[in-house]
């Protein structure tokens, strides 16, 4: 029996590895899927509140210690309430991947940025006006909330028909999150800088101002002109051909990690 015991342990010490590992995973994704929104400031609130209910009950005040134990009581169904767009989005993504962030190959980026490329040239060609935001590190969830969820796989097709005159979304940003277009006529923030170029349009200037604000990067086709110009760190690059686009592309949405600074 004793040698069973020994023999059993080490299978022990793995499952409990394994169990850590799962749990951390799982806290991990979860803390990626409120990061950027409001529902951080609630998880803030809610910890802020378990903090007073500690003192209160070391400092023995009754009445506030009884009455956040009223509060606690009724905190999970406050929290479906509060979360369930970001719970409809967690099994959402985990039925797509079960493994979330693990499930995205270097094949699939490759494609989803070759789509955006494509995407891009057609409405140069067109002399469409377009504005495409990639989330990188920074959530982006308070600018999608502002616009239209779209949540679909990102295509060439789609993005042009998003962005025709005729349609009513052809107004607005569209914001790619991961490898899903996540939604269309999104309002972002205007440049303040004095410094740009006249010539350059609320387009561009939303462009700049996304990327000052945040991490993003922001693809804009001047509707005058046809010029490609990406805008990250607050700079901007102009009259890019595809491939030159797909460089940039690939160096600042796969390569790089940290907001790069950008060169005009």
Aim: charged content about 20%; overall charge negative.
């Amino acid at each position: 029996m004793e040698a069973l015991i020994q023999w059993l342990q080490p299978v022990a010490g793995w499952i409990d590895i394994l169990d850590v590992l799962l749990v951390t995973l799982v806290i991990y994704n979860l803390l990626l899927l409120i990061r950027g929104t409001r529902a951080v400031q609630v998880v803030l609130g809610i910890v802020v509140l378990v903090l007073v209910y500690r003192l209160a009950s070391f400092a023995g005040l009754s009445a506030l210690e009884a009455t956040l134990e009223k509060f606690f009581g009724v905190l999970p169904v406050a929290i479906l309430v509060l979360f369930q767009h970001e719970i409809r989005r967690a099994l959402a993504s985990f039925g797509r991947t079960p493994l979330w962030g693990l499930g995205t190959s270097a094949q699939q980026v490759k494609d989803l940025y070759n789509d955006v490329v494509v995407a891009a040239s057609t409405l140069s060609d067109r002399k469409i006006g377009a504005l495409i935001v990639f989330e990188r590190q920074e959530g982006l969830r308070n600018y999608i909330e502002n616009g239209f969820t779209v949540d679909a796989v990102v295509s060439p097709s789609l993005l042009v028909s998003l962005f025709h005159p005729e349609t009513p979304t052809h107004d607005g940003a569209v914001i790619v999150q991961g490898d899903r277009l996540a939604a269309a006529t999104c309002f972002l923030p205007l440049t303040r800088s004095s410094e740009l170029s006249k010539e350059l349009g609320t387009r561009h200037r939303a462009a700049l101002g996304i990327s000052e604000e945040t991490d993003a990067v922001a693809l804009v086709v001047s509707e005058e002109t046809g010029s490609i110009s990406l805008a990250v760190g607050g700079q901007m690059h102009r009259r890019l051909s595809s491939s030159s686009l797909a460089t940039l592309l690939i160096k600042y949405l796969v390569t790089e990690k940290s907001r790069p600074e950008g060169e005009v």
